[in-house]
């Protein structure tokens, strides 16, 4: 990427990293839905502002009340957010009206909605994306059609904006792309086959069609999201393709929410998973401001190493970024607890303040495992690990299974930090070298060291005095977002292919 491009996107990438992923999306949204509202007061869209008003208003105000009424019923925990996401989409698909009786539409829809989060579970955890179930109940009967009036030229760009903040914030490109490459193919085929094409047809795919609004604001929604970036790209093809075909008229029309709802149905074997009630076990300071919270593993919880999961916590007066972040689990497959690592340094999230003053025997909860950071099944071949601070917990991981596991693999990891009191699960690594050679490098800036420490950072000279066969490993790098797009760059320049450097990117880092 381009100097001048890749600048000014780690920056936008810095500053959604900083803001929690709800707060991202229904903050994203209201602001497209201000600025539709600003729109129809002059007269560049066809709904006047104030029916915008009156619509947008009446569907957070269901949501919320259908929400707590289910909250009490059941005895559970309400997230108004997720209401309020769900509603604002629900505004984006719904024909604003000022007339209260011709609103029913958008009631019934924003009541499914919010009703099917509690009632189709499994597992305590919905497999259907709101939305779009909420949608789809009304559309499939034909008792209404669903306009998607947020695809329209004016929008484009608010919504490209806004929308890219979203993708950004969450990193699922790959299906959002799989959804615009394949759900374009499928458009333009058409297109073609009635006698037009071309720009012409492109531009309305873009402009005018719910593509981009269904890929940034539904497809992305995580409880309904494959874990791992294979089935991600089939998931988002697979909506791009129902969404736009013909195949099935006489039979059934696929509307954009009943594509993405038979999606998310036929997807749930590679996604389905459960949401973990976690009780704190043991929790201790593992390094310089940095502590590990053990939780008990629920019975027949499995995951890969080096996968994350969303860490809810709930606490009053939390800050802008939410009771929500994704972690990596730095316990490995083999062991009894859930282990997660984290540098709390003053002033520190509240997030973080909570967790960290969190009780022996209270609970949070945990959900959407997900990640690509993970081995071959087989180990074989040559691997390079290059850990940034507390990015080493995914790392952590992979080592603890290969030792429990009796794999043999060959693993150089490079382990920076600022200084020597910042390293940690130094015991974990000392084993890895006993088992199966483990080289551990570390790796510091701010201090001065002896070998076999290395000063600094990590640099192809170091690289090539160090791990001489380095072009023949296969790289795995994880840290702060800025220090792997760093060291990514210096392995390409030196030879290294793209097609073997892994990262660990996932959002809500902070």
């Given at each position: 990427m381009p100097y001048f491009i890749s600048r000014p996107f780690h920056t936008v990438q810095k500053f959604v990293d900083s803001i929690g992923m709800y707060r991202i999306v229904s903050g994203s949204l209201v602001a497209l839905a201000t600025i539709s509202i600003i729109l129809g007061f002059i007269g560049l869209v066809p709904y006047s502002g104030l029916s915008q008003i009156f619509s947008l208003a009446l569907a957070v105000l269901v949501a919320l009340v259908v929400n707590v009424a289910f909250s009490l019923l059941l005895r559970i925990s309400a997230n108004h957010e997720s209401a309020l996401i769900t509603a604002l989409i629900l505004f984006f698909l719904t024909l604003p009206e000022e007339n209260i009786f011709d609103t029913w539409p958008l009631v019934v829809a924003v009541t499914i909605a919010i009703a099917s989060k509690y009632i189709l579970t499994y597992k305590k955890q919905h497999f259907l994306n709101p939305a779009a179930f909420g949608a789809a109940a009304l559309s499939l009967t034909g008792i209404y059609s669903f306009s998607w009036w947020v695809a329209n030229p004016v929008l484009f760009v608010p919504l490209?904006?806004?929308?890219?903040?979203?993708v950004m914030k969450v990193r699922r490109w790959v299906p959002v792309l799989g959804l615009i490459i394949v759900g374009l193919a499928i458009y333009l085929a058409e297109s073609i086959s009635y006698g037009t094409g071309g720009f012409e047809s492109v531009y309305t795919f873009f402009t005018s069609w719910p593509t981009l609004f269904l890929?940034?604001?539904m497809l992305t929604e995580p409880f309904t999201m494959p874990a791992t970036k294979g089935?991600?790209?089939?998931?988002?093809?697979l909506v791009g393709f129902l969404s736009n075909t013909s195949m099935f008229v006489g039979v059934v029309s696929f509307s954009p929410e009943l594509a993405l709802v038979i999606a998310n149905l036929i997807m749930i074997p590679a996604r389905l998973r459960q949401k973990l009630f976690l009780k704190l076990e043991t929790k201790r300071l593992i390094a310089k401001d940095t502590y590990e919270f053990v939780f008990k593993k629920p019975i027949g919880f499995n995951f890969k190493a080096g996968q994350y999961l969303e860490w809810m916590l709930p606490h009053g007066k939390s800050d802008h970024k939410g009771v929500r972040r994704y972690f990596t689990i730095a316990s490995s497959p083999t062991e009894d607890g859930l282990r997660v690592a984290m540098k709390i340094v003053s002033p520190a999230s509240s997030y973080k303040e909570a967790i960290k003053g969190l009780d022996i025997s209270h609970s949070l909860t945990a959900s959407q495992l997900a990640g690509d950071f993970t081995l071959p099944q087989s180990n074989e071949g040559k691997f390079g690990f290059i850990a940034g601070g507390i990015g080493v917990t995914p790392f952590r991981s992979h080592i603890k299974?290969?030792?429990?596991?009796?794999?043999?693999?060959?693993?150089?990891?490079?382990?920076?930090?600022?200084?020597r009191e910042e390293i940690t699960y130094q015991d974990i690594f000392a084993e890895g070298e006993q088992a199966f050679g483990l080289q551990i490098i570390n790796v510091v800036a701010k201090e001065e060291v002896e070998l076999p420490f290395e000063k600094g950072y990590v640099t192809a000279d170091m690289l090539a005095r160090r791990t001489p066969d380095f072009l023949a490993r296969t790289w795995y790098i994880s840290g702060p977002p800025g220090m792997v797009n760093t060291y990514k760059k210096l392995l390409k320049e030196i030879g290294?292919?793209?097609?073997?450097?892994?990262?660990?990117?996932?959002?809500?880092?902070v």
């Amino acid at each position: 990427m381009p100097y001048f491009i890749s600048r000014p996107f780690h920056t936008v990438q810095k500053f959604v990293d900083s803001i929690g992923m709800y707060r991202i999306v229904s903050g994203s949204l209201v602001a497209l839905a201000t600025i539709s509202i600003i729109l129809g007061f002059i007269g560049l869209v066809p709904y006047s502002g104030l029916s915008q008003i009156f619509s947008l208003a009446l569907a957070v105000l269901v949501a919320l009340v259908v929400n707590v009424a289910f909250s009490l019923l059941l005895r559970i925990s309400a997230n108004h957010e997720s209401a309020l996401i769900t509603a604002l989409i629900l505004f984006f698909l719904t024909l604003p009206e000022e007339n209260i009786f011709d609103t029913w539409p958008l009631v019934v829809a924003v009541t499914i909605a919010i009703a099917s989060k509690y009632i189709l579970t499994y597992k305590k955890q919905h497999f259907l994306n709101p939305a779009a179930f909420g949608a789809a109940a009304l559309s499939l009967t034909g008792i209404y059609s669903f306009s998607w009036w947020v695809a329209n030229p004016v929008l484009f760009v608010p919504l490209l904006i806004c929308g890219g903040l979203v993708v950004m914030k969450v990193r699922r490109w790959v299906p959002v792309l799989g959804l615009i490459i394949v759900g374009l193919a499928i458009y333009l085929a058409e297109s073609i086959s009635y006698g037009t094409g071309g720009f012409e047809s492109v531009y309305t795919f873009f402009t005018s069609w719910p593509t981009l609004f269904l890929a940034f604001y539904m497809l992305t929604e995580p409880f309904t999201m494959p874990a791992t970036k294979g089935p991600q790209f089939l998931y988002g093809g697979l909506v791009g393709f129902l969404s736009n075909t013909s195949m099935f008229v006489g039979v059934v029309s696929f509307s954009p929410e009943l594509a993405l709802v038979i999606a998310n149905l036929i997807m749930i074997p590679a996604r389905l998973r459960q949401k973990l009630f976690l009780k704190l076990e043991t929790k201790r300071l593992i390094a310089k401001d940095t502590y590990e919270f053990v939780f008990k593993k629920p019975i027949g919880f499995n995951f890969k190493a080096g996968q994350y999961l969303e860490w809810m916590l709930p606490h009053g007066k939390s800050d802008h970024k939410g009771v929500r972040r994704y972690f990596t689990i730095a316990s490995s497959p083999t062991e009894d607890g859930l282990r997660v690592a984290m540098k709390i340094v003053s002033p520190a999230s509240s997030y973080k303040e909570a967790i960290k003053g969190l009780d022996i025997s209270h609970s949070l909860t945990a959900s959407q495992l997900a990640g690509d950071f993970t081995l071959p099944q087989s180990n074989e071949g040559k691997f390079g690990f290059i850990a940034g601070g507390i990015g080493v917990t995914p790392f952590r991981s992979h080592i603890k299974y290969m030792i429990d596991s009796g794999k043999q693999a060959d693993v150089v990891m490079y382990y920076c930090n600022n200084t020597r009191e910042e390293i940690t699960y130094q015991d974990i690594f000392a084993e890895g070298e006993q088992a199966f050679g483990l080289q551990i490098i570390n790796v510091v800036a701010k201090e001065e060291v002896e070998l076999p420490f290395e000063k600094g950072y990590v640099t192809a000279d170091m690289l090539a005095r160090r791990t001489p066969d380095f072009l023949a490993r296969t790289w795995y790098i994880s840290g702060p977002p800025g220090m792997v797009n760093t060291y990514k760059k210096l392995l390409k320049e030196i030879g290294v292919k793209g097609s073997n450097i892994k990262t660990d990117f996932f959002p809500g880092t902070v």
